[in-house]
């Protein structure tokens, strides 16, 4: 029998990533949206986790731990020189903590649990002989919810190799905010096209913002949709409305907590939080067709409304292409290839960082 580990309060934002907000590496400003409570100085050790989360034997948040140092040092010197100037096994570490970051959080948590209670409810309710279980009530959940994702890492991270990677600089009087759900998935191209189903990391058009700093957001784009003139992979940002945008996108796909500089001014973050306005998991788990034949699908948590960020322009002859509003959109060449069976993922690249593989085993 598994021991039960000491560390009960398990981050799904990690400490090391909230610090990076912190003015005194202890605490970071917070706004909590269950008490609709602004704190100045919330303790790191108090915000952004769960009892629990990653299973009682501790073994995946030891996992994390052993990546967390390698990640800190690197996005530490992107911070410290404002530059992407980073070796290979920097660059697919950093792919990895961004991918790793969206499957642990606790939103991917509760949609997974959501997921399986629905499906255990629907498989009981087939039987006209159970009494009928409603869709409200829990009766099922996955021990560690976010295992599956996370151990997916290895297999999906390819899909990012085609992505561009830029440093977003904040040259402004304005400040990146942060949430706990700091990945945050775009798609502007689909938006532009009036796109209303959902999309993932392999769709044309996948756009990805990382803020990593009140002054650095890390951004990862389809570069055979957009453009965006950089130099040497950093972008200067120098409106505050373009920042205003940003803060407004990053507070849309939060959850339960935002994170700031602690001190970060109150009077902008009463201007974001004016219209309560942020994303919502999308409640059509089960679909029924009017023969009464069920389909379950597993919700995507994507962002579907346009923040017209500007300047990210869509290439010429990408408007050209005609995506069906009622289909799903198209996938990247490289999401093909890894649907063939014949590909193989480079694991050169991927599977070992400084003698760490990527991958979870859980011990008996």
């Known amino acids: 029998m598994n021991n039960k580990t000491e560390k009960v309060y398990q981050h799904f934002v990690p400490k090391f990533y909230l610090r990076l ?24 050790d108090s915000v952004g986790g ?18 967390e140092g390698l990640w800190n040092n690197t996005i530490k010197k992107i911070i410290q020189t404002n530059s ?19 499957a642990r959080s606790k939103t991917t948590a509760d949609i997974n649990n959501k997921f399986i209670n629905e499906l255990a409810i629907l498989t009981n309710n087939v039987d006209p002989q159970n009494s009928k279980i409603k869709y409200s009530q829990k009766i099922v959940e996955y021990e560690v919810p976010n295992y599956y994702p996370i151990t997916s890492a290895e297999s999906v991270i390819p899909i990012l190799l085609d992505l561009k990677l830029v440093l977003l600089i904040n040259n402004t009087s304005s400040e990146f905010i942060t949430s706990d759900c700091f990945v945050c ?6 938006l532009d096209k009036k796109h209303i189903f959902g999309y993932g990391y392999g769709t044309i058009g996948f756009q990805c913002f990382i803020p990593i700093s009140p002054n650095h957001c890390l951004l990862l784009y389809d570069p055979s949709i957009y453009e965006l003139k950089t130099i040497n992979n950093t972008f200067t940002i120098n409106d505050n409305k373009e ?12 959850d339960k907590y935002l994170f700031f500089n602690n001190e970060y001014d109150k009077n902008r973050l009463d201007i974001l939080l004016k219209n309560n306005d942020r994303l919502k998991i999308d409640d059509n788990t089960i679909l029924k067709s009017d023969d009464n034949q069920y389909m379950l699908r597993l919700p995507n948590r994507c962002i579907k409304k346009n923040f017209n960020i500007s300047f990210i322009k869509t290439k010429k002859q990408a408007n050209r292409i005609i995506i069906e509003t009622h289909q799903s959109a198209p996938i990247r060449p490289i999401a093909e290839k890894l649907d063939d069976s014949e590909y193989e993922t480079p694991k050169d690249i991927l599977n070992q960082i400084e003698g760490k593989k990527f991958f979870v085993q859980k011990k008996d």
């Open 21 to 44: 907000f912190s003015t005194n590496r202890n605490s970071v400003g917070a706004y909590i949206f269950n008490d609709e409570r602004y704190v100045k100085n919330a303790s790191l």
């Open 84 to 102: 992407l100037e980073i070796d290979k096994e920097d660059y697919a570490s950093l792919l990895f903590f961004i991918f790793l970051s969206d």
């Open 50 to 67: 769960v009892d629990y989360l990653y299973g009682e034997d501790g073994q995946i948040e030891d996992w994390f731990s052993e990546f």
């Open 243 to 254: 920042i205003y945008k940003l803060n407004k996108l990053f507070y849309y796909n939060s």
């Open 185 to 190: 998935k775009y798609n502007q191209f689909l």
